[in-house]
């Protein structure tokens, strides 16, 4: 396994083959499609919006710009990965949010929800800390990895079971930047 992730970390971007799985036209559709069905439920609302770091902030970003809504963000750095490609399994929080959660409608905004094991960690510690409502907008998710059911209030992308990378999303902290999702060939590195 260590040998694994210590391989990945030698790669550089242009080791790998990229197919776009979801242009970013598609991207930009979607999330004015979920901007506007949360304005519509938070009417008359000023939510708080939870990003979990780091693979949300371009989601977040580009999702905000079409609320119409005031809101409050906040953010929140949670790691279950290691640098490789599969998950630990093992949810930490990295670092902690400012904001309080008491009473506040809270709507956590997540990249990608595949095993849910961070999601379901997730939801729990905010239930504790007593919010208003408690709802869920992911990007994407991969149902046929969950480990745990899941239900989702806002969701953008079911993908298949492919490791993903760009708008956000990395591997070994290569390609958030790209403006696409893609998906890593299988033919593997170049
Ligand atoms: C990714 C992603 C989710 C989580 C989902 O975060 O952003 O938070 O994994 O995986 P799970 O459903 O199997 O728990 P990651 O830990 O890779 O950190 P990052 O966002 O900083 O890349």
Do not use: W
Not at 177 to 186: A, E, F, R, T, Y
């Amino acid at each position: 396994m260590l040998e694994g992730i210590q391989a990945v970390n030698k790669m550089q971007p242009k080791d790998y083959r990229l197919r776009v799985l979801i242009g970013r036209e598609e991207i930009e559709n979607t999330v004015a499609r979920l901007a506007r069905e949360i304005s519509k439920d938070y009417h008359g609302k000023q939510p708080l919006l939870i990003g979990v770091l780091k693979g949300s902030f371009m989601f977040m970003a580009d999702l905000i710009r079409h609320l119409d809504l005031p809101v409050e963000i906040d953010l929140i750095r949670l790691s279950s990965y290691g640098s490789g490609m599969e998950s630990s399994g093992r949810v930490k929080v990295v670092q902690g949010l400012k904001a309080s959660v008491k009473g506040r409608d809270v709507l956590i905004i997540e990249d990608i929800v595949d095993t849910g094991r961070t999601i379901t960690f997730l939801l729990d510690y905010l239930r504790r800390r007593k919010p208003a409502s408690l709802k869920l907008c992911s990007l994407t998710t991969k149902p046929s990895r969950h480990l745990v059911p899941v239900s989702f209030d806002y969701l953008g992308f079911t993908i298949p079971d492919k490791f993903i990378v760009g708008y956000g999303l990395d591997l070994a902290e290569m390609f958030r930047n790209l403006p696409d999702i893609c998906v890593l060939d299988d033919d593997g590195p170049r």
